[in-house]
């Protein structure tokens, strides 16, 4: 049974940087695609990082240079590296594991078998 955890959220100031982390078990990050994503209330999930098994990445436009994902595959963890935090990227933030290499930004919302519950993320202005 995989679990994932997200940690690391919290309230910063624009501008400022955060660093979410996702521990998963039950699963080994060498053959899963995992990503990022957020959710704004009222709003549906949007992928917003993505990494493959071979550690490929892929990003939504609003993160592209600003976020970097990672992940630590001898610690089954998975992070995401946030900086120069704006208003706009206030939002709860999940970690997402699927069991097919290969997904991106495009398709892991549907290959997504498993989900945190989520890590608070508040940029204030």
């Known amino acids: 049974q995989v679990q994932l955890v997200e940690s690391g959220g919290g309230s910063v100031q624009t501008g400022g940087s955060l660093t979410l982390s996702c521990a998963a078990s039950?699963?080994?990050?060498?053959?899963?695609?995992m990503g990022w994503f957020h959710q704004v209330t009222g709003r549906g999930r949007e992928a917003v990082a993505t990494?493959?098994?071979?550690?490929?990445?892929t990003y939504a436009d609003s993160v592209k240079g600003r976020f970097t994902i990672s992940k630590d595959n001898a610690k089954n963890t998975l992070y995401l590296q946030m900086n120069r935090l704006k208003p706009e990227d206030t939002a709860m933030y999940y970690c997402?594991?699927?069991?097919?290499?290969?997904?991106?930004?495009?398709?892991?919302?549907?290959?997504?078998?498993?989900w945190g519950k989520g890590t608070l993320v508040t940029i204030s202005s």
């Open positions: 990494i493959d098994s071979d550690g490929t990445t």
């Open positions: 997402a594991s699927a069991p097919i290499r290969g997904l991106t930004i495009g398709t892991m919302a549907r290959g997504a078998a498993d």
């Open positions: 039950g699963l080994n990050s060498k053959y899963y695609s």
